[in-house]
């Protein structure tokens, strides 16, 4: 193999102490980044072959990141680096981690890698025995075990070679939690039955302990994740990890490994939606974290393209409203060749974000209503390691959007997350759980006894809390048509539905067998009190049937029951249903309203691209302010708006407004 003469000065170079360098940015304080991934493959005849330091020059000085993340070894299991570890594509040209190493260290920009774990397809074709094995005994072509010899042998290895030859900064580690799957390996067979006394492992939902056995999956992954970051640490104390996906809403569990900071790259082409849910869920976590938009799209039977500024920042906007990180994964060719029109995107799109940098990063949100993303019931319903699908969020989902069309500020939070902080919310929303445990149903009666609110959408969690909700169950849930009698109109919402009789609370919604809602009405939606606090419930699948549908209609017939819960939210807005609102505080402690307009959001794969994103306004506000402010204006434009202070109540007319804008009040 032959390598460019430019590799070998770059790895002398970074040999020199470089005394004039600041440190770059931590990962911690880190605002705005970049991903470059290509996966190398075996295939590869030009890695690195067009890529100088002049056009990585060119990249930082436009974009100006907080760090690159760079290519190293992707899911085939090829690196994209001359290691003598692991295995090198045959198709390295130029060490292209050196050249980026030499330029974002002159530049103080921290420099991370993209490093596949436990998918890696060379890896297990060439050690079989380091393979995940399926329930009918077959070897993963991609997948390793984590009860193996992976970790030791390569995983651990390969980071602490490829770390001390480029002095990275840190690790972003994919192919992790999503990648685990259920394994029937000697090693995984052994281990159950010493923790357990089984001689079989189930194979199906329908075989005893088979929720035990995707529990034994979830700790050994954890026991593996926590063995090599701490190798890493131990190696490089102040060397900043993630895994990939770890700790979000594919795996909602609580933070047991000592990662540094938490990541995702969310949907390329459901982004904004996804992102919604994703960012939220992150931000209630406690932990610094970002989020990655892909920096590209495409159709069906088309190859990838360019997204555009404006759909970027729109995708961007999502994140930084709940206070994160952002960071966008574009790829250079295959020989690393950067386009113009690419650097040029991504400075336009970094020039947004920053410009309301101090007003996003990091705020915190005033708590409004608490959504539950339920880590019980996911981990129940998922059949995998960790929920990959997207199945199981979906009427969470559902829930949320047509929460924030009704214009409430929402936060997403597990069991673990909210129970020590329930008080703090005005409403609870629980979507479709099927299941909970006894302590956390006591600790939301006891909320709701001392003057919360709890609103229950659909008839598994309906369920769970039966002698409270004022109505007597009438047989099985049947699935049904159903048309919901809302106060905007008549709205399908066919499914599950569990009829119900009243015995203490009020109905206050109807469900038909027709559109013709003047008659053969079923009680679909109830409110009852419970200590100081008041309970609602609609019996049948409203936020799934708004994930899949988003008809007004059925936004209304939730936001009537919310509404009698919770009816004066510390933030009010007029203004159309495509405005998100997130109440939060600058990390300095002002009191600030983040708005996105989500107009023209792509959301379907025939819509993958969009360039113009439509203005809205006028939009008017009226905030909980019990005194009356200093100075009220907006980020970016620091505009002064015209605004009026009475009985506690603040109210600002914003005149029109693009994609995003925050509102700080003083």
Same mark, same amino acid.
């Given at each position: 193999?032959?390598?460019?003469?430019?590799?070998?000065t770059a790895i002398l170079w970074l040999q020199i102490p470089n005394l004039c360098a600041a440190d770059p940015i931590p990962r911690?304080?880190?605002?705005?980044?970049?991903?470059?991934?290509?996966?190398?493959?075996?295939?590869?005849?030009?890695?690195?072959?067009?890529?100088?330091?002049?056009?990585?020059?060119?990249?930082?000085?436009?974009?100006?990141?907080?760090?690159?993340?760079?290519?190293?070894?992707?899911?085939?299991?090829?690196?994209?680096?001359?290691?003598?570890?692991?295995?090198?594509?045959?198709?390295?040209?130029?060490?292209?981690?050196? $050249?980026?190493?030499?330029?974002?260290?002159?530049?103080?920009?921290?420099?991370?890698?993209?490093?596949?774990?436990?998918?890696?397809?060379?890896?297990?074709?060439?050690?079989?025995?380091?393979?995940?094995?399926? =329930?009918?005994?077959?070897?993963?072509?991609?997948?390793?075990?984590?009860?193996?010899?992976?970790?030791?042998?390569?995983?651990?290895?390969?980071?602490?070679?490829?770390?001390?030859?480029?002095?990275?900064?840190?690790?972003? /580690?994919?192919?992790?939690?999503?990648?685990?799957?259920?394994?029937?390996?000697?090693?995984?067979?052994?281990?159950?039955?010493?923790?357990?006394?089984?001689?079989? =492992?189930?194979?199906?939902?329908?075989?005893?302990?088979?929720?035990?056995?995707?529990?034994?999956?979830?700790?050994?992954?954890? %026991?593996?994740?926590?063995?090599?970051?701490?190798?890493?640490?131990?190696? %490089?104390?102040? $060397?900043?990890?993630?895994?990939?996906?770890?700790?979000?809403?594919? =795996?909602?569990?609580?933070?047991?490994?000592?990662?540094?900071?938490?990541?995702?790259?969310?949907?390329?082409?459901?982004?904004?939606?996804?992102?919604?849910?994703?960012?939220?869920?992150?931000?209630?976590?406690?932990?610094?974290?970002?989020?990655?938009?892909?920096?590209?799209?495409?159709?069906?039977?088309?190859?990838?393209?360019?997204?555009?500024?404006?759909?970027?920042?729109?995708?961007?906007?999502?994140?930084?409203?709940?206070?994160?990180?952002?960071?966008?994964?574009?790829?250079?060719?295959?020989?690393?060749?950067?386009?113009?029109?690419?650097?040029?995107?991504?400075?336009?799109?970094?020039?947004?974000?920053?410009?309301?940098?101090?007003?996003?990063?990091?705020?915190?949100?005033?708590?409004?209503?608490? $959504?539950?993303?339920?880590?019980?019931?996911?981990?129940?319903?998922?059949?995998? /390691?960790?929920?990959?699908?997207?199945?199981?969020?979906?009427?969470?989902?559902?829930?949320?959007?047509?929460?924030?069309?009704?214009?409430?500020?929402?936060?997403?939070?597990?069991?673990?997350? $909210?129970?020590?902080?329930?008080?703090?919310?005005?409403?609870?929303?629980?979507?479709?759980?099927?299941?909970?445990?006894?302590?956390?149903?006591?600790?939301?009666?006891?909320?709701?006894?001392?003057?919360?609110?709890?609103?229950?959408?659909?008839?598994?969690?309906?369920?769970? @809390?039966?002698?409270?909700?004022?109505?007597?169950?009438?047989?099985?849930?049947?699935?049904?048509?159903?048309?919901?009698?809302?106060?905007?109109?008549?709205?399908? =919402?066919?499914?599950?539905?569990?009829?119900?009789?009243?015995?203490?609370?009020?109905?206050?919604?109807?469900?038909?067998?027709?559109?013709?809602?003047?008659?053969?009405?079923?009680?679909?939606?109830?409110?009852?009190?419970?200590?100081?606090?008041?309970?609602?419930?609609?019996?049948?699948?409203?936020?799934?049937? @708004?994930?899949?549908?988003?008809?007004?209609?059925?936004?209304? @017939?939730?936001?009537?029951?919310?509404?009698?819960?919770?009816?004066?939210?510390?933030?009010?807005?007029?203004?159309?249903?495509?405005?998100?609102?997130?109440?939060?505080?600058?990390?300095?402690?002002?009191?600030?309203?983040?708005?996105?307009?989500?107009?023209?959001?792509?959301?379907?794969? %025939?819509?993958?691209?969009?360039?113009?994103?439509?203005?809205?306004?006028?939009?008017?506000?009226?905030?909980?302010?019990?005194?009356?402010?200093?100075?009220?204006?907006?980020?970016?434009?620091?505009? %002064?708006?015209?605004?009026?202070?009475?009985?506690?109540?603040?109210?600002?007319?914003?005149?029109?407004?693009?994609?995003?804008?925050?509102?700080?009040?003083?």
């Amino acid at each position: 193999m032959k390598f460019n003469p430019l590799f070998i000065t770059a790895i002398l170079w970074l040999q020199i102490p470089n005394l004039c360098a600041a440190d770059p940015i931590p990962r911690q304080d880190a605002f705005f980044g970049l991903h470059f991934d290509l996966h190398p493959q075996k295939s590869d005849t030009e890695l690195g072959a067009d890529i100088t330091e002049a056009m990585i020059e060119k990249l930082l000085s436009r974009v100006k990141p907080d760090y690159v993340q760079y290519d190293c070894k992707g899911h085939a299991g090829y690196a994209g680096y001359p290691t003598k570890i692991g295995t090198p594509s045959p198709g390295i040209v130029k060490d292209s981690l050196a $050249l980026w190493r030499s330029v974002t260290q002159r530049n103080d920009v921290g420099l991370y890698i993209h490093f596949s774990g436990v998918w890696d397809s060379v890896a297990v074709e060439k050690h079989p025995e380091w393979a995940r094995i399926d =329930a009918e005994g077959k070897a993963d072509a991609n997948a390793a075990s984590v009860f193996g010899p992976y970790v030791d042998e390569l995983l651990i290895p390969q980071l602490k070679e490829v770390v001390a030859a480029y002095d990275l900064d840190g690790l972003w /580690v994919d192919g992790e939690c999503w990648s685990a799957k259920l394994d029937y390996s000697p090693a995984a067979l052994e281990q159950w039955k010493k923790e357990t006394g089984y001689e079989e =492992a189930p194979k199906s939902r329908t075989d005893a302990h088979w929720l035990e056995w995707k529990m034994f999956h979830r700790r050994h992954f954890e %026991r593996y994740l926590c063995h090599w970051v701490d190798a890493l640490h131990e190696f %490089r104390p102040d $060397l900043q990890i993630t895994s990939n996906w770890m700790y979000t809403t594919l =795996a909602p569990t609580a933070i047991v490994c000592n990662l540094d900071y938490l990541s995702g790259d969310y949907s390329p082409g459901q982004s904004v939606a996804r992102a919604q849910v994703d960012a939220r869920y992150l931000a209630s976590t406690g932990m610094p974290w970002d989020l990655m938009a892909w920096g590209f799209n495409k159709g069906e039977n088309l190859q990838w393209s360019l997204k555009t500024p404006v759909q970027l920042q729109q995708e961007a906007a999502v994140v930084l409203m709940q206070g994160g990180g952002f960071q966008i994964y574009n790829n250079p060719t295959r020989s690393g060749y950067l386009h113009d029109a690419m650097i040029e995107t991504l400075g336009q799109v970094s020039d947004f974000c920053k410009k309301y940098e101090k007003v996003s990063h990091k705020s915190a949100s005033v708590p409004q209503v608490a $959504l539950l993303l339920s880590t019980e019931s996911m981990w129940d319903n998922s059949d995998q /390691v960790y929920s990959t699908s997207g199945k199981d969020i979906q009427p969470l989902e559902g829930a949320l959007q047509a929460l924030l069309e009704l214009h409430y500020s929402v936060d997403i939070l597990a069991e673990h997350h $909210l129970q020590p902080r329930l008080s703090e919310f005005p409403l609870v929303v629980i979507p479709e759980a099927h299941k909970l445990t006894d302590d956390f149903k006591e600790a939301l009666m006891n909320y709701v006894e001392e003057g919360g609110n709890l609103l229950l959408l659909g008839e598994k969690c309906a369920r769970l @809390f039966e002698p409270a909700l004022g109505v007597e169950f009438v047989g099985a849930p049947e699935n049904v048509r159903a048309e919901l009698a809302a106060s905007t109109g008549p709205v399908n =919402a066919n499914g599950d539905w569990q009829k119900v009789k009243l015995t203490s609370a009020k109905a206050t919604g109807y469900r038909h067998p027709t559109r013709d809602t003047r008659k053969d009405g079923d009680i679909a939606a109830t409110i009852a009190d419970h200590g100081k606090g008041r309970i609602g419930a609609i019996y049948g699948p409203v936020a799934l049937g @708004f994930y899949r549908g988003h008809h007004p209609y059925l936004r209304q @017939f939730i936001g009537d029951l919310a509404k009698q819960l919770f009816s004066k939210p510390a933030i009010q807005i007029d203004g159309p249903p495509c405005v998100d609102v997130a109440l939060r505080k600058t990390k300095d402690g002002k009191l600030s309203v983040h708005l996105l307009n989500r107009m023209n959001a792509p959301v379907s794969d %025939r819509y993958g691209i969009i360039d113009y994103v439509p203005p809205v306004g006028p939009i008017t506000l009226r905030i909980d302010l019990k005194d009356k402010p200093e100075k009220v204006y907006t980020v970016p434009r620091n505009r %002064r708006l015209r605004e009026s202070w009475e009985n506690g109540v603040l109210t600002v007319t914003l005149p029109r407004m693009q994609v995003y804008s925050v509102l700080v009040v003083e």
